[in-house]
């Protein structure tokens, strides 16, 4: 049941021992009857530096505390109090708090990152604690490192009147910090040091902040949580016919347009998790892939409980509002394995990078993780994972592979690589009858592991097999290819058979050291599962020493758009082209255009677009941060205007079939018996790495594209490229792209015609007859003429979409949402050009802003002037009537707009 703030209200502030006191009167609506009834909202704010007693040291002493005036702007009041080191005496922190009102109330700490586990009560209620795995809710950065944070304790009743806080820490040692503190009687959305009643007040000339309020989720024309069911799973598992997802009850088809949630996210506080579910849901989005462990810290043979029950609930909020789940819990970057702590031989706090595919103590570990993450009830359904329709699928290995760099012999230690060297001899003896016939099969090509006397045959490094690929390269391809198959067997199995699961399951979604000849090698290895998945990153250069997962002063970096990308490399690759690997579904479940980079409009807009083109079956946008709207940028941000503000158009693209989706262009035959030949195809899987595993691939281990044919990469903007993996295979098939792909004038056509890219100019135009519109350097063309509509552009770049919202034709439809965004920068953001790069001065505060410009749209059609048009707020709420469709100029800061007639 939503809930609309009205404009009446009043507020009292009182200033009583430094505690401000706020009482709002506001009115609630009902999101279905519509009654108005009172509601009193009251909230109490004290800063943390203001104690009644406490063995802290004073906020001058914090090592902590703000170095210059920058940084004390990112505290309430300039200051915090803080502690680190070791404890002589558990430290603590008291307060005299006055409340105004008898209530329930919300309790909110800003603090430090999440250094610092406490507990808390008021006067002689019960503890409560708040551990170090704590979820936040926002993030300030005073300086590198060291962070200001919202996070949620929990909830406590008071009468009014005075009452006494304490809080302890609970860890004997480490940093702690805190800034200032809030009671509030309704759920808030955090926005740094500003108190519920205000508002960032920043000014910047050409852009306009992008600060929205929380959503109180009442009708809005926009809102899309009737595209889902009305929980998840109604319509049954998520099942695979052909090339497609479908409802197994109903047959009908699904694309999946998702985000990727981590831990952080999954231990939200149940009310945040509730609201996530609904915002997301009204976004259009249909499915959360969870990406974390299970495994306690302490001991990875135990599943976290704590966390398993937050999980549990997550599932559960998400179905209540058609939300379907991915449950992705292993990946060797979140395990140091250590001989002496966890008992495998060798390992000295090192990732396991292969070692869960030939380890069988390890596979132990990691089925008994499945084994209680799927069989145990779920106490808020009382249905195990295994029956639950709403977990629509299980990932069994995340960015992990033979064919990858990182299987060597200094990533895996000696005394584990001789298990798989033992599996190997094996191997060959039972294809060539002995060692030795082997290695003259070898033409006596021999390697320092070799030990012929032991059973033991070593393996080539990764760049000699595919670069030199004689007969002892080709059988270790073979070998690891099809052990890797097996083990993905074998655990399809387990889930499916030994647990029961009945959703599906997706082995894994890496690429290789060579994507030609090993990277198809690696996807017939997938091909056991389900459907096909893999990971896509764009973006420009970046460096600096946390470039890998954060944005810092003193980084490099340069702005980069896909939509040139053709005129200035022959081979390149983008993260939506997109192959359809043995007719079966395909997803790509880490999907980002990573900051810093202004042109980030676009990203959305091509995977709602080619996504429809090439029948992708799935995009999850990696990653969220929290519950709320981000109020800066940072290394994966996709709750921003240009990212999530965009979904809902792009997500009726997409999800509801707006543009036509192309048969296949290009059909490759690969023959396995040539590919264990390390002959490879012609068609180059994307291969899109985010930085931080950019650095996984060592310097020059890349071989020269250019020493084997090519198919066309502008192939996949025209329509469907597939690739057939088999024993028996019949002709390649290829379509006369000179129709569609025009280099004179360096623009690509789809086949269907809906698409139109020019990569000279460098702005896709969409022209179905439910979604027009373009994205990219539209001021390079000024005017651009739709079929129903004509938008005259005056600014650099942006993305402006014209979707009909009920089904029908643009030049007909009664209800129609125009979309429009441009680029985005946190607020205060400031950069040096260094030759071709760019270096990070400042990294500005929140708000975000996004960059202002004038637009004019005309629609053709004969009702034009009858349809008014509404501009709508953030979340979706009317604003104010702007005129009519005949023709109406932007408003700068306005993301959406209603045509009804």
Known sequence: MGMQWLKRSIALFLVVSGIIIGIKRLSCQAEKTQKTTALQLVWVWWEAERVAATNFPSPERNPFAPLNEREAAVLSEGRWI???????????????????????????????????????????????????????????????????????????????????????????????????????????????????????????????????????????????????????????????????????????????????????????????????????????????????????????????????????????????????????????????????????????????????????????????????????????????????????????????????????????????????????????????????????????????????????????????????????????????????????????????????????????????????????????????????????????????????????????????????????????????????????????????????NRFRAEFPVLCAAYGALQGSDGFFFFALSGPFWQRTLSKFAIQTPTVMGQFPACALIYRKGLLKSADAVVKVEANLTDLFALKGVPVLAPINLDELRAKDIPEGGRVKVEQLPSIDPLAFFVGQVALNIAEQVGAYEVADLSRFIDRDRQVVTSATGELVWDYGQGILVLRSKMAQGAVGFLGRVGRIELPDLIIEFNGEYGSILAVAMDDQPIRTSRRILVQVVTEEQNNGWQTAQEGNLLRIIQLGAAPLFVRQFSCTIMFRRNDASKCQVIALDTNGYPLKNIGNAARFSLIPEVLYYLLTL
């Not at 999440?114 to 019960?126: A, E, I, L, T």
């Not at 069911?229 to 999946?256: C, L, M, Q, W, Y």
């Not at 966390?307 to 179905?319: C, E, G, P, Q, S």
């Not at 647990?499 to 979604?509: I, P």
């Open 82 to 596: 803080g502690i680190t080191g070791k404890y002589a005496e558990t430290p603590f922190l008291e307060y005299e708090v006055t409340v105004p009102q008898t209530a329930d109330y919300h309790f909110f700490v800003r603090k430090f990152w999440k250094h610092g586990p406490f507990r808390w009560r008021f006067d002689d209620q019960p503890w409560q604690e708040v551990p170090f795995e704590v979820s936040l809710l926002d993030s300030e950065e005073l300086r590198t490192f060291i962070v200001a944070n919202w996070i949620y304790a929990g909830q406590v009743h008071l009468t009014a009147g005075k009452h006494r806080l304490r809080i302890e820490q609970t860890n004997k040692e480490g940093a702690a910090s805190y800034d200032c503190f809030l009671l509030i009687n309704y759920l808030w959305v955090p926005k740094g040091k500003l108190k519920p009643n205000e508002k960032a007040k920043v000014q910047i000339a050409g852009w306009s902040p992008f600060d929205p309020d929380g959503d109180v989720f009442a009708q809005s024309p926009i809102d899309l949580r009737a595209l889902n069911e009305k929980f998840a799973g109604e319509e049954g598992f998520i099942a695979v016919k052909g090339d497609r997802f479908i409802h197994s009850k109903t047959g009908e088809p699904v694309n999946f347009w998702g985000v990727n949630a981590g831990p952080d996210i999954v231990r939200l506080p149940k009310p945040f998790v509730d609201y996530l579910a609904r915002h997301l849901a009204k976004l259009g989005v249909n499915i959360v892939r969870v990406h974390g462990s299970v495994w306690q810290r302490e001991d990875i043979r135990k599943i976290d409980a704590e966390y398993l029950d937050k999980l549990f609930y997550f599932i559960t909020a998400m179905k209540r509002h058609g939300i379907y789940t991915g449950l992705s819990i292993y990946f060797p970057l979140w395990l140091r394995l250590s001989e002496q702590r966890d008992g495998f031989s060798g390992y000295k706090d090192q990732h396991p990078f292969a070692l869960l595919f030939f380890n069988r103590e390890f596979q132990d570990i990691y089925k008994g993780w499945w084994r209680t993450l799927l069989t145990t009830p779920n106490p808020y359904s009382g249905t195990p994972l295994k029956d639950e329709p709403a977990v629509a699928y299980v990932e069994l290995v995340n960015e992990d592979s033979y064919l990858f760099w990182t299987f060597n012999y200094n990533n895996v230690p000696a005394a584990q690589m001789e298990l798989l060297e033992r599996e190997f001899a094996g191997w060959l003896e039972r294809k060539y009858g002995s060692l030795d016939e082997a290695l003259k099969a070898w033409k006596g090509r021999k390697h320092q592991r070799d030990d012929f006397s032991q059973k033991r045959v070593g393996f080539l490094h990764l760049w000699e097999i595919f670069n030199q690929r004689d007969k002892r390269c080709q059988d270790t391809a073979e070998f690891l290819t099809k052990h890797q198959r097996d083990f993905f067997a074998t655990m399809v199995n387990f889930i499916k058979g030994e647990l029961g699961y009945k959703g599906l399951v997706v082995c894994s979604n890496w690429i290789t050291a060579d994507e030609r000849t090993l990277g198809p090698l690696d996807k017939w290895s997938n091909l056991v599962g389900d459907f096909m998945d893999r990971h896509g990153y764009f973006g420009g250069t970046h460096k600096g020493e946390r470039a890998g997962w954060a944005i810092s002063v003193n980084d490099l970096y340069s702005d980069r758009t896909a939509l040139t990308l053709p005129q200035y490399e022959k081979s390149f690759s983008l993260p939506v082209m997109d192959i359809c690997y043995n007719n079966k579904p395909s997803i790509i479940s880490e999907v980002n255009w990573t900051p810093p």
